[in-house]
């Protein structure tokens, strides 16, 4: 009698939270066989719809997201969120955040949500997301929302490349200047101006019309909606929820270009990471590798020269 | 007779402000000719002490930095600034912070402010802003002060390698927790809790305080101290330029680790950058990079297969 053991892949595909959690761990954490799952499931994903949501820190994105969720629940969507957190090892904000966050959606089977707190260097969490989002996709979550603290550039290149690209923003700073240039502006298909009770709200969304009076619009060009929201009183998220709609039948034609320029930062940012591995593990030692970085702190040699030389040692050409 | 003309490297050393600003343009808009000049003037880097300053949008970061070098100037201490700004290309707004913050020290000499809204694809912004530290260094200011905005993974990286990593928090968003969580508490060797007059500053300095609680200092080791400053009236200034001194003065034998970690960041950039243009221009033509990319998007083949058939023709292994 021949007992068949489904794979991870496998179970991942079939929406088993289990696998799902355990195969976000194996990508998160890096292991060997994270690109092996990535390619077993690539071939099944491509399907859900990607809501990116970034702004400052403190604008209530995350719940947000949560009343997001129980809205397109209702409507028999299934939701995977992973929210890129990247938090300081010593306060564990991360998990405690996911623990707090799951008790929301604790009972529903349509729900996955999970913290990323992966600090790896050289882009990790940019690929450690992206793989996430993937794994959540392959699970046949209908939409994937990837949720990121900050406007730096990595997190903004994820939030980019989403189908859609919503910036929460919020009233009560006194720095509405401030908060419009923080290099979020440009990639928004959707504003929120979240706790809209605040004072200020009209003002902040002043700020967001006039900078967007300040581009051109085309004819039958989206111009983003600014939606007000109370998230934490749930006002507001229906007109979310309906914008993103709208957003996404108006956007279906050009779906293909966010595709494309998600999967261009996933390839470049595989290649760089790999390439450096070779070069610190395979070409040089780490130990080696390290005495150049000495040679060029001691000035020895410009980073530009040593860069010329490893690239010549490296690449047939 | 002959006439010699200085090259631009020769008059960035020595100090001309005109040779400054266009050096910074060259490798700002990424010209072939930046190379050649971070080469020539990298040998005489490396005495400029450097001041990283992030925290997040609304901080008011860029008035603790311009009240700063205004306390610093008194004694004597030469200033550049670069300001990392990802600003929108919509406003215009690094351009025009740029000129409203020069006004402060236009008869000065002794100050250079530069921001820098390069948003190019590929770390391009971290690179930039490394080199225009350069540039300000070798020109032979004793502060070079970079200042982000953001939390993102390359801004962090950025401020991480400075020689000392300031994090400006604000009072009044009523998130601490979330200010917390924003992944820039672990880099910090001084906290600054600005706008101190608001209400919230002192439950702020304690969030942060317990923070630093839960973090385990040896003997001897730094502990971060927390400045309360009201930066728009000076005030809290001269105790952050002491305490800047003090974590100077205690971290002298460790310096050289944090030169080697920013030349280290530096030659994986570096790498990282041409290994891309190389396979995209050299091994592909951009047209056949572009096709790879839609074969993935159109889950043809998946990235991890398509980054190692790229990387065996490259490498010479």
Excluded at 154 to 174: K, M
Excluded at 306 to 312: E, K, R, V
């Amino acid at each position: 009698m021949t007992v068949t053991v489904p794979t991870l892949a496998a179970r991942v595909r079939a929406g088993d939270p289990r696998a799902i959690a355990r195969a976000i761990s194996i990508i998160e954490d890096e292991r060997p066989d994270a690109a092996a799952l990535v390619r077993e499931i690539f071939p099944q994903t491509g399907s859900a719809y990607l809501i990116g949501v970034t702004g400052p820190p403190g604008a209530g994105k995350s719940t947000v997201v949560d009343k997001l969720t129980a809205e397109v629940r209702r409507e028999g969507e299934s939701v995977g969120i992973v929210a890129v957190d990247p938090t300081s090892p010593f306060t564990g904000g991360a998990i405690l955040g996911d623990r707090l966050r799951m008790q929301a959606h604790y009972e529903d089977a349509g729900v996955f949500i999970r913290s990323m707190a992966t600090r790896g260097q050289l882009g990790g969490l940019a690929r450690a997301t992206s793989d996430a989002a993937l794994v959540l996709d392959a699970a046949g979550k209908s939409l994937v929302v990837i949720e990121t603290v900050g406007v730096g550039q990595d997190e903004v290149d994820i939030v980019r490349t989403a189908d859609i690209s919503i910036v929460v923003l919020v009233p009560g700073t006194g720095d509405d200047v401030q908060a419009l240039k923080a290099g979020i502006m440009e990639i928004a298909d959707v504003y929120v101006v979240n706790k809209a009770d605040r004072e200020g709200a009209d003002r902040m969304v002043s700020s967001v019309e006039s900078n967007l009076t300040l581009q051109q619009f085309g004819d039958g060009e989206w111009r983003p909606p600014i939606i007000k929201t109370e998230a934490s009183a749930g006002r507001g998220i229906p007109e979310l929820w309906q914008a993103i709609r709208a957003y996404r039948t108006h956007s279906a034609s050009s779906r293909r270009r966010r595709l494309k320029a998600r999967n261009q930062f996933r390839l470049r940012d595989l290649l760089t990471h790999r390439y450096l591995e070779f070069v610190e593990h395979t070409l040089l030692t780490p130990e080696r590798f390290d005495a150049l970085v000495d040679r060029i702190a001691a000035r020895e040699v410009d980073p530009y020269s040593a860069a010329d030389d490893l690239l010549s040692r490296s690449l047939k050409r």
